[in-house]
């Protein structure tokens, strides 16, 4: 199949491949996630929503290769054949800053890692559309929560991969800090296939183009409406979208 590329920052990328899992998880002979399938399909944004504890983050570990401890009772695949080492980015719920480097080093420490020329100017521009251009030269420990982790979205959109894993990529930021990283996010992940955890109903109503809840009895699929995300927070749309997956979670807690 032929699909466009997608651009982000007028920069193409490789044509994003759909993901899926099927199986189960185990870790010491206890079951984590599963019997369980989903998939994340190609160049879509989907956004997972569950109880805590349920298997959400496990999963993301599972596409992203990070399994160590966990026996995979079951398969990962990418419909399109090749394998997804190298073209998935993985944004944890812990930022994973290394506190001896500072911000813009964090940022192009991927590219350090693999031997690569590191792009500064595209690190620095990224520090600037997060929020923290002032701050490239700071360290770590020197910043606010919320301002590791703008940092930590900045390195994960530095990686510019196919395929993007978000684990609660934007839960400690106040109100407008993330509506405008929930922007900058879609903006620079359009046309990949995203797949997004969060706890925030709010958040998946207005970035979701699909929407699964995760529950110890399976995956249930929302389809989004109220047009292209990001959809502004007060729509109509998002607003009864926001109010029927609360009713959801809380009827599956
Ligand atoms: N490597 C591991 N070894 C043993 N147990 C694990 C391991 N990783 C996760 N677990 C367990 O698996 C379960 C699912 O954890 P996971 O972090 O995936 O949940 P989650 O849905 O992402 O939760 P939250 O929303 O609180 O982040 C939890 O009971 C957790 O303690």
């Known amino acids: 199949m032929n699909r466009a590329l997608p651009r982000a920052a007028g920069r193409a990328v490789a044509a994003p491949p759909g993901?899926?899992?099927?199986?189960?998880?185990?870790?010491?002979?206890?079951?984590?996630?599963?019997?369980?399938?989903?998939?994340?399909?190609?160049?879509?944004?989907?956004c997972l929503l569950g109880p805590s504890g349920v298997g959400k983050s496990t999963l993301l570990h599972c596409f992203s290769g990070l399994s160590e401890g966990l026996c995979l009772d079951g398969a990962?695949?990418?419909?399109?054949?090749?394998?997804?080492p190298g073209r998935i980015a993985l944004m944890?719920?812990?930022?994973?800053?290394?506190?001896?480097?500072?911000?813009?080093?964090?940022?192009?420490?991927?590219?350090?890692?693999?031997?690569?020329?590191?792009?500064?100017?595209?690190?620095?521009a990224l520090l600037d559309r997060v929020g923290l251009?002032?701050?490239?030269?700071?360290?770590?420990?020197?910043?606010?929560?919320?301002?590791?982790?703008?940092?930590?979205?900045?390195?994960?959109?530095?990686?510019?991969?196919?395929v993007v894993l978000l684990d609660e990529p934007f839960s400690a930021l106040d109100v407008a800090n993330r509506a405008r990283m929930q922007d900058l996010a879609a903006a620079q992940l359009s046309g990949r296939t995203v797949l997004h955890v969060t706890h925030d109903p709010a958040e998946a109503a207005r970035?979701?183009?699909?929407?699964?809840?995760?529950?110890?009895?399976?995956?249930?699929w929302i389809e989004a409406g109220g047009g292209a995300a990001p959809r502004a927070p007060d729509r109509a749309e998002v607003l009864e979208m926001t109010g029927r997956l609360t009713r959801r979670l809380l009827e599956a807690a």
């Open 19 to 46: 993901l899926g899992f099927s199986g189960r998880v185990l870790a010491g002979g206890r079951v984590l996630l599963g019997p369980v399938e989903i998939r994340a399909e190609a160049g879509r944004w989907t």
């Open 76 to 84: 990962v695949t990418a419909d399109d054949g090749r394998p997804l």
């Open 92 to 124: 944890a719920q812990s930022d994973g800053l290394l506190p001896w480097l500072s911000l813009i080093d964090n940022v192009t420490l991927g590219a350090r890692l693999r031997a690569q020329p590191r792009a500064r100017d595209r690190a620095r």
């Open 133 to 162: 251009g002032g701050l490239a030269g700071r360290k770590p420990h020197a910043l606010s929560g919320g301002q590791r982790q703008r940092a930590a979205l900045a390195r994960t959109l530095y990686e510019d991969r196919p």
């Open 207 to 220: 970035l979701g183009e699909r929407i699964a809840i995760l529950t110890a009895r399976g995956v249930e």
